[in-house]
């Protein structure tokens, strides 16, 4: 049924009820697990230096962030082996192309966002729902 299923997460308890689902049906269908998280690029300020520090969860992940969270939540994936892959950008476009360009079938993503403003001002669900090349499966988190 499915082969290659992609999850995106942030780390949150919300995610972690999208990638138990989608670890769920990885394990059911023999399908192929990539977890996918979005950072935000270094900020480049006068004098070609790089501004030091993270910065917290909410306004994004750092790389280095990014890909512990994503050993971390591959690590509590018992069964499977686990791909992760941290790239930079927003995490609608990211969770997106990343799935294009391993021809996923299925990408899951936690309803977060989907009510209330977010859901106006452009939720990650609602935009992947809405730009991906493959089906979408969205996991009721909240």
Known sequence: MFSKI???TDGSDTAANAVSLAAELARMTGAELHLVAAF???????GGGISGGNPPV???FSKLAAEHMLEE???GVDGLDVEVHARSGTPAPVIVQYADEIG?????VGSKGMQGTRRVIGSVPNSVAHTAGCSVLVAKTT
């Open 6 to 8: 992609v999850v995106g």
């Open 40 to 46: 935000r690029p270094p900020v480049v300020v006068a």
């Open 58 to 60: 909410s306004e994004g």
């Open 73 to 75: 939540v591959a690590a």
């Open 104 to 108: 996923a079938d299925l990408i899951v």
